[in-house]
């Protein structure tokens, strides 16, 4: 008999949501390989809490959702580095949770630098495909080195002017490429070794790593 493991997460947004889904689950898959035991792995499931205040939304998720192993917290940077997102956001959120009574307390942070649309950009050459281009990364004003994406200081807008650029000598189509497209297929394609060359991935893999630990899914 398997064990079934129940994650959450709360995104900024409804594209993070739409991007994150399958981008967790399949980083939860990823590492439970190394688990000596059998454990069945559920869709992770959106939650969300309109207070105004960050901890006290991270607060209330986590108490009214505490019947969930793990509760991924997503928060962009808007930044090229999450350390003040960590500072100012995630610690005193997960502090606030941690001294409060019934809640899950085991959280994971997903911070992609500079927003979560960076990570669309790991897999360069599937990015390509995935929009049917013969142009290059540098034709269409992408990041050619991995290195680079987390600098780009609005990565969503890049994205979008590259789409427009791909699709600048096409025929008329009825329906244009947009980014809003992009989101799903790219999310279950991108492979876990091209996110793992970006630092803000490894960081929410390394934390995911810990929650399943904290579970005695992993030693």
Known sequence: MSNILQIAYTTEGSTDERF???II??????LLFESKTVIEIHPPIHVSNNNKSFNKKIQ???TTNNYFDIICVH????FTSNKKVIENKIKPAFELVKNTKNTCKNLVAIIPV?????????DIEL?????NTDKSCSELGLPCKTTLIEKIANPKKVIEEALVKSQLNKSR?????KISDLYIPLSKKIKQQKLEMLPS?????DEARKALINLNYLQ
């Open 25 to 30: 689950e399949r980083t939860f898959e990823a």
């Open 60 to 62: 209330a998720i986590a």
């Open 173 to 177: 189509r009825r329906n244009k490429l």
């Open 201 to 205: 991935f490894k960081l929410f893999k």
């Open 20 to 22: 994150l889904a399958k």
């Open 127 to 131: 990015f390509l495909k995935e929009i």
């Open 114 to 122: 500079q927003m979560t649309e960076a990570w669309m950009l790991a």
């Open 75 to 78: 928060c962009d940077s808007d």
